[in-house]
């Protein structure tokens, strides 16, 4: 409960502990695709990316009708994200802050157990830029929990007070986390090209029963772009998903395999994770 009256502080103290550095924008360039520049930090259009797809890659096509006025706020956001974490990078390079090789890798080794193909030498230039993610994420926490979280003193009546008096904010339907396979059904699809494409999504939904790699499977043959991040989805809340898929996640267990689900978008089957 500690954690929850501290997140309401981090935003205010922790910006007024670093110095104004200000905020540049740029156009990108195929050299550097570079976005934006604070102080001595670049953030490139990959960062961009990659952020986007955590913060909730399902509304990239799948989370319901994710129109281009929701995906201009996504990425947005992701891009706000980097801002914040670029003044944090800055903030621990000023104050020689420095992150443990250990903890790196501890990190790295997670991502890399649930995405095999990175260790491919194919995969090397995204590994890397992946990696550098990972380590300014890291040393964003450590100059925040330094220049924050060390210095507040917060007790467990505070902790309970804030909490009597916002708990209706901390009320949530249950939430999912899952990968999908997504076969792509266009509307003006005769039956015969329907049939077609069901038979493909049962093959691949055989495959993965059989034990085949699923992040590899939707990397190779999902056809939505969440197949850059082995299909994931992130996470949802119940309702959140088109109708179909919702009911068909609603009673999976962690490691169950369910589909083909016909949808309004195509055919697509699920792992569940949690």
Known sequence: MRFLFRVVLVAVVLMLSLPPLGVVAEQNTPATLRVAKIGNMSISQFDVDYRVQSIMPMQLGFHGNAGAEKIAEIKQKALDELIDRAYKVQYAIDEEISIEASLFETEWQKLLNNNKQLADSAQAAIADKIKANIYLDLLADKSETIAVEEKITVTDENVAMYYEENK???????????????????????????????????????RAQAGEDFYNLAYYESDDRSKYVGGSLGSFHAGQTVAEFDAAIQDMKPGEIVGPVRTLYGFMWSNSTA
């Open 168 to 206: 209706e904010k901390y009320f949530r339907p249950k939430l999912y986390t899952a990968s999908h396979v997504f076969v792509k059904v266009d509307p003006a699809d005769n039956a015969e090209e329907k049939k077609v494409k069901l038979v493909r999504a049962e093959e691949l939904f055989k």
